[in-house]
Each structure stands twice: as structure tokens, then as C-alpha cells.
């Protein structure tokens, strides 16, 4: 397999305009000699702050490890779960006896100051060498706060609100003694039906690369000595985002050309953002699972990249190495991880068990294991539990931290913002003044638990979330009454059934306006909960036919994890609004963006496909050597499907907003574009309508001909403007050669001489606006 020998992205960090998202973009420095060669070569990335030399850390850890023995090391590789929670099928129960024998050396699944400061008193004032703990926890969008699911942040397309996600985060899970978070997922995720495609930023390999860069800031700070940030683990190392069929832990098969383009570069965005740890993924890649990929976690991770953190698999996964059919046994499975470029194993033990045979057999050497450890010590240090391991356990910091009044208004705010108009025919939102009697209908209307989605942390599933219901209540104008009926439910086993309906359309009948809040439950998306169809679940289709029925305006809200097929909405209901899980405050920001207290602004990260059968279904798709436009209408030999269009639902990039933008055609600084030089790209936008409202105005460009076939179109930058009635605003973006770059034919990174097409537009799409042409030259 030929090698990654270049940096994929390089994309510096870009400025953010108006207190939102990202501006022009900025490549790689490289020399003119070789942008004449259309060569990307490999940049040094900028070190981490955290990674600079301290020699005294050496002096420290030196005089540590010549103390300890293969026991003590192997523990240091070693982390296991607290009895606090699980999310794997193994369990320790004997993780405080293994804290007082040195046998691990991080503990995840638990919290609190006063609970950490237990933990840790074993690791420090009950072991022969007082190493102190490190405390790990699936924080992933939010800790006692929870903000919308990750891919509803990603539809901000707001980095700094993901950003500012990620800082709460941080300022509430190290209060809680919390060291370390297995946040953020970067994976690239193109099929609905995979669950954990709620985790992530969606479908775009450029979105995704600046939500990883987000939130790796928001978590690390400037400083991971500081007692109020924590490090953050990108993951899941690497293509575990295309499992076959969608379906969670299963086989990825890609090329190695799909791999650099689409899979890794949000990783090494990470890399180049400081991340301090990274996390293996469960499937494999090139029949090599991925626990046990030198090539992933050494030749990329360490050699090319330059990555400095520790490498730590995740669940079980080196055990899993066995019925993959990579691993003839534990012992082996263990070798083959450390060998491969593993630092820790999380939770199956099998360092604990084996690892010290096989040094004792000649299967590991020694200097392999002392790497792992160093890694791991380096970072304790770096945290400064050497100095105090007990400087993140402070009850009265964590009493004084936790649900801050600013942390619920922050929560609030990234979830309005998060949220997606899909459809408003006849201006059905925001809701009439004369709309007085309101009914909330369905499942998600009044559900506490629904609110905050999977991966809720420690969230309080059960009181903190306010409702849909309990928003529109509180937030009514004078003389207007919100009433609810739950009508359906979303379980699978109901569907067919009609409990509920009546007393929903009794509700329905004497209100002014049905706020149907309708979508999946909490627990159909995230880790293990991929679907074979992405219709609603349960029997709320059902309902939802019969209150439009009624004849009485319906607003569909939409909450789910996930891209659903809601064809029939789409076509039937006036208005769509798509929350996702908005968090703790959701029930408010909904309300917010119903009654027009605030104007919708988010934009899809990810496709939703029309029906099921259209998945795999992304934007930046490759086409084809029969494409439909080539066919007179019902031409049969074209690539099409006979009972539905190939066109999706919704776009990549698509959103609604109140008011109305119109844009000017773009313009370019010039008609070409030589090596070692740039092109600008600019176009006026323009709020057509009566209120203020945002814009994330978009920038794709197409590469017409290449040595290997390219996609319809590629994202390459983007910028949320807010604009009053009126307003207008030019918006330029700046290309050069490095940001036009892709695996070629030789499987070099550069870019190639040729004709391109570039798009200025408010979402992906041909249609969605009239492209200009440049000419990239040597």
C-alpha cells in the first residue's frame, strides 16, 4: 500500500466574521518551484503548546520509569470503567482493588470532584509509586449541559458556537474531576441508517474538518495545564463512518484514494489543531482492524502526521481482534496493538493479562512498551497531576460551575441556532398572532428524556430538559393557550395501532395551529442503532395524515439524529422545522424560532435522501459516464432509478430562513489562476425580505477534468453573514492552487492544470446558482 506522504489538509485557521462562521481560506505555504509541479509537499504543522520540550517532565518521568517494573508500565496502558455506566459488554467489578495494585492507570465512566478524589487518593497514597489517575468520559455535546447533538451543531454551520459548545463542556466535566473527553468524532458519515452519523458533523470532508478544529479548541483551551480545560480524542481512527449497509461495527471497505480524500482529513485537522489523543476505531481498513493498523496509527498517525498525544483503542476493541479473524488469541491480539502504535486499552484488559508474557517471550520489546508509557506519563504531567493530583477534584468549584445561568442561555442560543427550516409554504412560520389555541401532538412533544438525544453524558435525562411544550407554554404571548396530547408513539411495536389518536384530534379540532413534534427516539441513533428505513417510526405517520387531514394548519417539528425520509411531509405539511435533539434548553429554542423570536439560520450538513434506496446519497458524489441530463425525460438507458427521482429530499447546504436573500452572480479577481498564485471569488448578497435574518453563504468549486474522475462539486469555504432588511454585503473567498489539491492517479497529492467551475449559492446544487469559470495553469 503506498504510504500518505503529504499533508492532506493544511488549512490554516480561518477568521470568523461577525461573530459567526468561518471566511476566505488559506492553504498550505509551499514554494512557487513546486505549486509549478502542481506538488502539495508536507508542511511541518505548528506544535501544540502543550508539546514543547520540558525538560524537567524528562527528568521527572526518567527517574519515574527507572523505578518501575513491566507490572507497573502495563498498568500505565491500562483503563478501565467504573461501575458508573457501560457501553460495552465487559465489565471489571474489581477496578478499586486494581487501582491499589497498580495494575491501571485511567479510569473512565467516573465523575464528581468527591468520587475522583476517592479514586485517585487509591492511585496516590495507596500504590508502591503514587502515579496519579487519568479520568476519561464521553463528553460529546455537552456535560451537565447538554447542547444539541453534534451533527445539529454542525448545522449551525457556526464555529463559533461549536467552539463555544465545546468550552462549556470542558468548564463543566473538569469541575467534575474529569481530565479527558472521547470527544471529538470526526467521522465523515454518508448513510443515514448508521446511528452514530448523530455524533458527527456530517457528510463534508471541508465542513467536517472546521467543526474538528472547533471543538478541539473549545475543549484544550490554550493550555492543558489549566484546571478548567480537558484533552480531547479524535475519533474513531479512520473510516469507521463508511460501515457496509450502515450497520454499526461492521466491515469498511474503500480505497486507499476514498481514505485520503474523504476519511482523513478532518483527522489531521485535528492533528494540526493540537488534539491530544486520538481513539482507534472498531472496523478494520485493508482487512486490518484498525486496533491493529501500523500503517494507520504509526506510518500516518506518528510519521506523517507528526502527531505527539497517545493513542488509546476504544471499547474492547483489541479483543475484538479475535473474531475479526486478525488475532489467533488475546496474547497475539496484544502484540499486534502495541506493535501496531496502541498506547492504551480500554476496558478489555488484554495489556493487563498478556502484555507482560509477551514481553517475557520476545513478542514486544521493551523499548515499545516504554514509548506507550512515556506518552501516557507526559500527558499526566502536562495536566499537572504530578504536582496536585487532586487539583481537579473541588467540590466547591464544581458546586459553583455546574447549569451557570450563562451555560443554559449558551445551550439555548447554539440550539436555535442549530435548527433547519426545511419547508414554510404560505409563510406558516412564525406562527400567527391570531394563532391562539396551540396544540402540541406526538411523541417528542413532552418527553423529557427525548430532548437531549444519545450520548447525553451526565445530563439529568429526567427534570433538567425543558420540553417542546413546556418551551411554548413559557414563552406564549398574552391570551395564548398551548395544549398537548401525545396522539402516537415512536416505538416500533406501535405501528399500526391508533391509542391516542382520538384524543389527539379532539385537541386538534379545537385549536388554531397543530405543532405536530414528531421523529425517532433518543435511543434510535447514536452507537449501535443503525435502521434498515428512515421513515418516522411507530405510527406517527399515521397520525400525522390524519391531523392534516383536519384541515388545520400543521407545523412539523422534526427531532431525530439523523437524516429521515419525510417525503410525504414535505408534500403534504406547510411547514418543517428540523430541531434534532436540541439539549437542555430545547424546549425554549424551539419555542424561540416558532414564535419568531428568533429567524432560522442553520443549514443541512448531510443529505436526506428521499426514500431509503437512495442511500449512500451525498452532494460531492462522483457522476457518472451516463448521467440523467443526458437522456430525453423517461430515457431508459441513463443512470436513474424507475420509481423515483435521483435528486434528494433536501440538499447538503439547504435551510430556510424568515426573510429572503437574494445573490448578485459571482465574480472572479481573474480569469486564471497560476502556481504560486491566487483567485478571488466574490459575490453581493442581499436580505430581500422584511426582517434581519443570517445567511451561511457557500463556495463550491467543480474540477471539469482530471487524471482520476472528481466529484460534481467539493465545499471549499463558507461565511455566516448577518444582514438587516436590506442590507447587503460582498463576500469574497480566496482560492489557491493547495485548496484545488486531491490523490491524483499516481497517487501524489497536488493539484493538475485544468478547467474549473466555481459556485457562490446558499446550498450544493447545480441549480443553486450560475457558476463562473477559471483556469488553474502551471
Known amino acids: 500500500m503506498t504510504l500518505i506522504g503529504v499533508r492532506l489538509l493544511a488549512l490554516a485557521a480561518l477568521p470568523v466574521l461577525g461573530g459567526c462562521a468561518t471566511a476566505a481560506m488559506e492553504a498550505s505555504p509551499v514554494t512557487a518551484a513546486t505549486e509549478a509541479r502542481g506538488q502539495v509537499v508536507p508542511v511541518e504543522p505548528a506544535e501544540p503548546t502543550w508539546a514543547a520540550p520540558d525538560p524537567e517532565m524528562d527528568r521527572t518521568i526518567d527517574a519515574l520509569m527507572a523505578r518501575m517494573t513491566i507490572e507497573d508500565k502495563v498498568g500505565q496502558l491500562t483503563l478501565l470503567t467504573s461501575d458508573w455506566e457501560s457501553t460495552g459488554p465487559t465489565m471489571r467489578d474489581t477496578y478499586k482493588q486494581d487501582i491499589r495494585s497498580g495494575r491501571v492507570g485511567a479510569i473512565f465512566n467516573a465523575y464528581t470532584s468527591a468520587y475522583t478524589r476517592e479514586l485517585q487518593r487509591l492511585a496516590v497514597e495507596e500504590t508502591r509509586l503514587g502515579i496519579p489517575l487519568l479520568f476519561g468520559y464521553d463528553v460529546i455535546h455537552g456535560h451537565r449541559t447538554i447542547f444539541p447533538i453534534s451533527l445539529g451543531e454542525a448545522a449551525s454551520w457556526d464555529m463559533t458556537a461549536v467552539e463555544k459548545a465545546a468550552r462549556v463542556s470542558a468548564l463543566e466535566a473538569s469541575a467534575e474531576g474529569l481530565h479527558w473527553t472521547f470527544s471529538p468524532m470526526v467521522d465523515i458519515a454518508r448513510d443515514a441508517r448508521w446511528g452514530r452519523i448523530s455524533e458527527g458533523a456530517g457528510e463534508d470532508v471541508y465542513l467536517g474538518s472546521q467543526v474538528a478544529r472547533a471543538r478541539v479548541r473549545g475543549y484544550q483551551g490554550d493550555d492543558l495545564g489549566a484546571t478548567d480545560t480537558i484533552l480531547a480524542t479524535a475519533k474513531h481512527f479512520a473510516g469507521y463512518g463508511a460501515a457496509q449497509a450502515g450497520r454499526d461495527y461492521h466491515t469498511v471497505d474503500i480505497s486507499e484514494r476514498t481514505l485520503r480524500d474523504v476519511y482523513l482529513p478532518p483527522f489531521e485537522a485535528a492533528v494540526d489543531e493540537g488534539v491530544a489523543t486520538f481513539m482507534t476505531a472498531f472496523n478494520e481498513y485493508d482487512g486490518v482492524p484498525a486496533s491493529g493498523s501500523r500503517y494507520l496509527l504509526t506510518d500516518v498517525l506518528r510519521d506523517q502526521w507528526g502527531f505527539d498525544g497517545f493513542v488509546v483503542t476504544d471499547y474492547t476493541s483489541i479483543n475484538e481482534m479475535v473474531p475479526h479473524g486478525y488475532a489467533k488469541d488475546l496474547k497475539q491480539a496484544g502484540e499486534q496493538a502495541l506493535d501496531a502504535g496502541v498506547d492504551m486499552d480500554m476496558q478489555g484488559a488484554v495489556f493487563m493479562d498478556h502484555l507482560a508474557q509477551s514481553v517475557a517471550d520476545g513478542k514486544v520489546e521493551m523499548a515499545a512498551v516504554d514509548r506507550a508509557v512515556r506518552r501516557i506519563l507526559e500527558m499526566k504531567y502536562r495536566l499537572g497531576l504530578f504536582e496536585d493530583p487532586y487539583r481537579y477534584a473541588d467540590e466547591a468549584r464544581e458546586k459553583a460551575t455546574l447549569y451557570k445561568p450563562e451555560f443554559l442561555e449558551a445551550a439555548r442560543d447554539v440550539a436555535r441556532k442549530s435548527m433547519v427550516l426545511l419547508k414554510n409554504e404560505g409563510n406558516a412560520l412564525p406562527l400567527a398572532a391570531s394563532a391562539k389555541r396551540i396544540a402540541v401532538i406526538g411523541p417528542l412533544g413532552n418527553s423529557k428524556p427525548d430532548m437531549i438525544g444519545s450520548w447525553a453524558a451526565a445530563g439529568d435525562r429526567g427534570t433538567r430538559p425543558v420540553t417542546v411544550l413546556e418551551g411554548m407554554q413559557a414563552n406564549a404571548r398574552d391570551g395564548v393557550s398551548v395544549e398537548y396530547a401525545k396522539g402516537a408513539s415512536y416505538e416500533f411495536a406501535d405501528e399500526g395501532k391508533t391509542d391516542g389518536f382520538a384524543e389527539a384530534l379532539a385537541l386538534a379540532e379545537r385549536s388554531d395551529v397543530i405543532v405536530a413534534t414528531m421523529g425517532e427516539k433518543w435511543d434510535m441513533t447514536g452507537e449501535a442503532a443503525s435502521r434498515t428505513s428512515l421513515d418516522l ?62 429567524n432560522p439560520s442553520g443549514k443541512l450538513p448531510v443529505t436526506f435522501p428521499r426514500t431509503v434506496g437512495q442511500v449512500p446519497i451525498h452532494y460531492d458524489m462522483k457522476n457518472t459516464g451516463r448521467p440523467i441530463e443526458l437522456g430525453e425525460p423517461g430515457a431508459k438507458y441513463v443512470s436513474r432509478y424507475l420509481n423515483t427521482s435521483n435528486d434528494p429530499l433536501y440538499r447538503f447546504g439547504y435551510g430556510l430562513s424568515y426573510t429572503s436573500f437574494a445573490y448578485s452572480p459571482a465574480t472572479l479577481s481573474a480569469p486564471t489562476m497560476g502556481a504560486g498564485g491566487s483567485i478571488t471569488a466574490s459575490a453581493t448578497i442581499t436580505n430581500t425580505g422584511d426582517v434581519a435574518g443570517e445567511e451561511v453563504v457557500q463556495l463550491y468549486v467543480r474540477d471539469l477534468v482530471g487524471s482520476v474522475t472528481r466529484p460534481v462539486q467539493e465545499l471549499k469555504g463558507f461565511e455566516k453573514i448577518a444582514l438587516q432588511p436590506g442590507e447587503s454585503r460582498t463576500v469574497s473567498f480566496t482560492l489557491k492552487p493547495a485548496d484545488l489539491a486531491f490523490t491524483r492517479g499516481d497517487m501524489s497529492h497536488g493539484w493538475e492544470p485544468g478547467e474549473f467551475r466555481l459556485w457562490i449559492a446558499p446550498s450544493s446544487g447545480a441549480e443553486a446558482a450560475t457558476p463562473v469559470t477559471f483556469r488553474l495553469t502551471e
Open 537 to 598: 417510526p411507530g405510527n406517527q405517520q399515521a397520525l400525522l395524515e390524519k391531523l392534516v387531514a383536519t384541515g388545520k394548519p400543521v407545523v412539523l417539528v422534526l427531532m431525530s439524529g439523523r437524516p429521515n425520509s419525510v417525503t410525504w411531509a414535505n408534500d403534504n405539511v406547510p411547514a418543517i422545522l428540523h430541531a434534532w435533539y436540541p439539549g437542555t434548553q430545547g424546549g425554549h429554542a424551539v419555542a424561540d424560532v416558532v414564535y419568531g423570536d428568533y
